[in-house]
């Protein structure tokens, strides 16, 4: 049976603009590596390919054309050259509608379909044209409606062609095929999210001291790289690393090269009119306060303003205080709606053109938002950029049926530096849960702008991908395609040898990870004598153990890219966990005076602390030659507090002259259910949805659609979840709902769901009532919340708990049913 190249799989509801390779590899624009008929040869032994591209055409575009050609050889190994509109013979034809004599060519003779391209912001079509030129007797042309559409044209070829956006950035080498066939036919994309990008923060040790190792600073020669890879991802936008950095000053070659490569640049939430707060600490004169030093902020930002020139960079507008703090105690609306004002006079004078011409965005982080909530209200043009909590879960959702011209978006995490702790060492964001809050921001009209904040970019390569895959069209992620993304995505990067069982990994790593951030985790977070320990660790012995076999069966060349985007955050948390639960262990023995024990585990928890230690120096040392120097640099083990510590701390260990207290053992509930126990039962159009593999216990239950109309009075045929279970005992019980940590996206205050017991009437719970700091903080921590309601005699014997759905944005984890104190 024929194979097919899973690359041309940039999958479509996946991987942006390409189609799925089905296994006969009769869709349109399919990479193969045999002949269909009607297909066109791309790579053959002893054949040249040729990449013409229109000499007039955008800069970046070349770029892409070189970068085509480069992973074209490193495919086939054979002959491609990038040709001109002279060039004899033609494989690929690509250009920009208006910017290119060839395209336009074919266009007015009807040889090209662009039909509906014209004006369409980043769209291509990819077709396979008869005679488009004079002595060629078919090729394969790519249009863009702009650079940038040509560009993720030129891009999407190389990924189905087996190069993965990846290559550079965690070493995945080309999938070889001496032959490559491409199918007949046409298809056409464009993005639904205008803006996607990544924000890189907190980039200090890791990839600050990466990049002053590799390139001599965080220069235009590392942004080329990251600029790269945003268009190889088919993402558009980015907020550059500021710990005392301006992408701006620091080399003035880097912005020009993003301005050449088609790559917007904004400035953070924090960072307006398009200047670093660098550029302040380095020019600024007086206090950061516009009440006292107008004139002198007007100033700056106005430079700001003139060093963007003629870029269609997004400008941040407003204003908090210096060094990413509130700008005031409580809410100052009139100057803050008096800044905005004067921001939008600096960019219509500077830009001589009305203000609302230029694309600005109002991030409404932290604090900002009480000024949204409390009734600013900034020009329609401008974009509403909502925020998560800073840990995954959106805070606000535009209103139900808001039209905008500026319309919203949503900036996200995958890193933070704040409290309850930091967490900026490994990757621990489950895709399902990544999902479920963009799907929600989506069907909330939030789709003008996503931005995710990558911390050091490294390791968050598979849930960078992800966000930005699903920013492309994110209709097309729904459920199942969500569940299949991790089994394609490591077949991007590994092939289909190996990409079924690497996707599993990712998977339980997701999953696992997502219960507590490392950063979190210590010797008392999980109990010895409940035996919770024992069954956490025993989880991440057994993925540690399925890693490492994958790896042995892994070919050398693969060897590097599976270090960097699977084992090393399998192994690195394997070993933490196995690192505290000997630290409890120990604890444990120099309570009840057993010396030897006590002295054993203090051995087992001194080598996994150097072990720690040996799986960084793989990384840095041993992986790729060497090439990610300080890129695990950040500090992990011995936080006390929510900063980290200056280097990593051994934890204190006891023995039998001087133990250390052991916390309360927690008692597990005596009878809990997984959320996919019961019977879905959907009502008033919505919907029930098993979400696999939500956390590491199991599944979740969300309704579809999110946006739809609070049941305000749930009961008969609204949306509910029964469950049957049987009790053991007479007498007073508790029976709680277990809860992802979301948040109330309306601005009511309240995420509720209701219970009824044996057919009674539901009874509310607000899983936010009382919110505090503390409250808060317990769930993000937990990655739960959990509310709960007294039954006051509950009898012995089966009994049927219904869950009915009041706010849809809610996601049901479980239920358990604990004896009533």
């Not at 032994?45 to 070189?66: S, W």
């Not at 057994?542 to 590097?560: K, Q």
Request: overall charge neutral.
């Amino acid at each position: 049976m024929m194979r097919h190249l899973f690359m041309s799989v940039a999958l479509t509801a996946l991987m942006p603009g390409a189609a799925w390779a089905a296994s006969d590899c009769t869709g349109p624009i399919m990479a193969c590596e045999r002949a269909m008929p009607g297909s066109l040869a791309l790579l053959a032994p002893g054949r040249t390919a040729t990449i013409v591209v229109d000499a007039g055409d955008e800069p970046g575009v070349a770029r892409a054309a070189r970068d085509l050609v480069a992973d074209l050889k490193a495919v086939g190994g054979g002959d491609v050259r990038l040709g001109n509109n002279a060039s004899r013979g033609a494989s690929v034809i690509a250009g920009t509608l208006g910017h290119s004599a060839l395209i336009d060519g074919l266009v007015r003779s009807g040889k090209l379909d662009v039909s509906g391209l014209a004006g369409q912001w980043e769209g291509y079509v990819e077709q396979v044209v008869d005679n488009p030129l004079p002595g060629v007797a078919r090729a394969l042309v790519i249009a863009g409606a702009d650079r940038r559409g040509t560009i993720f044209g030129l891009y999407d070829i190389s990924a189905k062609a087996g190069v993965s956006p990846w290559t550079w950035w965690a070493d995945v080498p080309a999938q070889r095929h001496p032959t490559l066939y491409v199918t007949a036919g046409r298809v056409a994309d464009h993005p639904v999210v205008k803006y996607r990008g990544i924000f890189i923060n907190d980039e200090e040790p890791g990839f600050g001291g990466w990049a002053r190792a590799k390139f001599g600073g965080i220069n235009h020669l590392a942004y080329e790289k990251v600029f790269t890879l945003l268009l190889r991802s088919k993402a558009n936008f980015l907020w550059p690393a500021m710990w005392g950095k301006s992408l701006w000053e620091d080399d003035p070659a880097s912005a020009p090269l993003a301005q050449e490569m088609g790559v917007l640049l904004g400035t953070s939430h924090h960072e307006p009119m398009q200047r670093a707060q660098a550029d302040w600490k380095r020019e600024g004169r007086g206090p950061w306060d516009y009440s006292k030093n107008g004139d002198v902020l007007r100033a700056f930002w106005r430079k700001g303003i003139e060093r963007r020139g003629k870029a269609e960079d997004p400008v941040t507008i407003g204003m908090r205080g210096d060094g990413d703090e509130p700008m005031t105690e409580g809410t100052a609306t009139g100057l803050l709606e008096r800044i905005v004002r004067d921001q939008r006079q600096i960019i219509a004078d500077v830009t001589k053109r009305p203000a609302a011409e230029t694309p600005q965005v109002w991030a409404l982080y932290k604090e900002v938002q009480d000024y949204y909530d409390k009734g600013m209200r900034v020009p329609e043009d401008v974009t509403l950029l909502f925020a998560d909590d800073n840990w995954g879960n959106i805070r606000r959702l535009p209103p139900l049926g808001e039209h905008r011209a500026g319309g919203a978006g949503v900036y996200y995490h995958f890193d933070y530096v704040g409290g309850p702790r930091n967490y900026k060492w490994l990757d621990t964001n489950a895709i399902p849960r990544v999902w479920q809050q963009m799907r929600m921001a989506d069907q909330f009209g939030a789709e003008r702008l996503w931005i995710v904040n990558v911390g050091d970019l490294k390791p968050m390569e598979y849930p960078t991908s992800f966000f930005l895959d699903m920013a492309w069209n994110p209709a097309r992620m729904d459920l199942a395609a969500m569940q299949a993304y991790p089994v394609r995505w490591a077949t991007q990067q590994f092939g289909p040898a190996h990409g079924a069982e690497i996707g599993k990994l990712l998977t339980r790593y997701g999953q696992l990870a997502s219960r507590r951030k490392p950063e979190l985790i210590d010797a008392t977070t999980y109990g010895l004598k409940n035996g919770e320990w024992a069954r956490v660790l025993g989880e991440w012995n057994a993925l540690d153990t399925a890693a490492r076999g994958v790896e042995a069966r892994l070919p050398a060349h693969l060897r590097d890219a599976y270090y960097e985007l699977v084992l090393h955050r399998v192994q690195a948390m394997t070993n933490l966990h196995r690192l505290y639960e000997a630290v409890a262990a120990n604890r444990a023995a120099a309570q009840v005076g057993d010396g030897a024990a006590a002295e054993r585990f203090a051995t087992a928890a001194r080598g996994y602390y150097a072990r720690d230690a040996a799986i960084r120096r793989r990384y840095e040392v041993e992986t790729a030659g060497g090439k990610w120097t300080s890129m695990m640099a950040q500090t992990h083990i011995g936080y006390t507090g929510w900063q980290q510590p200056d280097s990593d701390v051994m934890p204190a260990l006891a023995s039998v002259a001087k133990p250390l207290p052991l916390p309360p053992s927690t008692p597990a509930p005596r009878l809990a259910l997984a959320a996919d126990a019961g019977r879905a039962v959907d009502g008033r159009g919505i919907s029930w949805q098993r979400v696999a593999g939500f956390t590491a216990e199991g599944a979740a239950m969300v309704a579809n659609l999110a946006s739809a109309p609070v049941v305000e009075r749930p009961g008969e045929d609204s949306p509910h979840i029964v469950y049957d279970l049987n009790w053991d005992r007479a007498g007073p019980a508790t029976l709680g709902v277990v809860a992802a940590p979301g948040l109330d996206v309306r601005g009511g205050g309240q995420h509720r769901i209701a219970v009824s017991v044996d057919g009674g009437a539901p009874v509310m719970l607000d899983l936010m009532a009382g919110e505090t700091e503390e409250s808060w903080g317990r769930a993000v921590i937990e990655n739960r919340r959990i509310a709960t309601t007294r039954l006051t005699d509950l009898t012995k014997g089966r009994h049927r708990v219904t869950l009915w759905l009041v706010d849809p944005e809610i996601v049901v984890e479980g239920i358990t049913l604990d004896p009533a104190a």
